[in-house]
């Protein structure tokens, strides 16, 4: 049986949301999962990386964490490295990455755009709410900077169940 191209999506971000599941609810961050795919024309879609908030030490995002397992797993060499920054890549992320961190530590944006050369493509499952920063302007920033912005539609609800887990309702 072939998948359409919006099941692979879906299917990619049900993952992101089960990564997301992984994260302990807090209530000064968002539960977040992402997974980074290089995309591998007739093969379609290949995971070279995951990661949910919180998973490494410090007050860590999804995004984040998926980058630096990257690093750390595949551009250890020149070849890995090659390999990496030749392919196109896409980014799907249950939540809209952030522009500001009230931690002061690096954006997710800024962590995407520094890659852009080869993360073409991010996916997200929702915005992000204004609970902690106001207004996210990620999204349009990434397009800005000529990185292609999807939503993946469905999962919703979900993921904003999951993602505020912890949070202190009024």
């Known amino acids: 049986m072939e998948l359409r191209t919006g099941e692979i999506h ?19 961050n968002f539960r977040v999962g992402a997974v980074l795919v290089k995309l591998d024309g007739d093969k379609g879609y290949q995971v070279t990386a995951e990661g949910f908030t919180l998973e490494r030490p410090g007050n860590t995002h999804a995004e984040e964490c998926c980058l630096l397992k990257l690093a750390e797993e595949k551009c250890t060499t020149e070849e890995g490295l090659a390999e990496i920054s030749m392919s196109p890549h896409a980014l799907y992320t249950t939540m809209e990455p952030c522009f500001k961190r009230l931690s002061g530590k690096l954006p997710c944006v800024e962590r995407v755009l520094r890659q852009k050369s080869w993360i073409k493509h991010v996916y997200i499952g929702v915005v992000e709410p204004e609970t902690f920063v106001g207004q996210n302007y990620g999204r349009q920033m990434l397009e800005e900077a000529g990185i292609e912005v999807y939503h993946v539609a469905g999962l919703e609800r979900e993921i904003l169940e999951v993602a505020t887990a912890g949070h202190v309702s009024d």
């Open 10 to 28: 879906r299917m990619i971000m049900q993952q992101a949301l089960e990564l997301a599941q992984k994260s302990p609810p807090k209530s000064s």
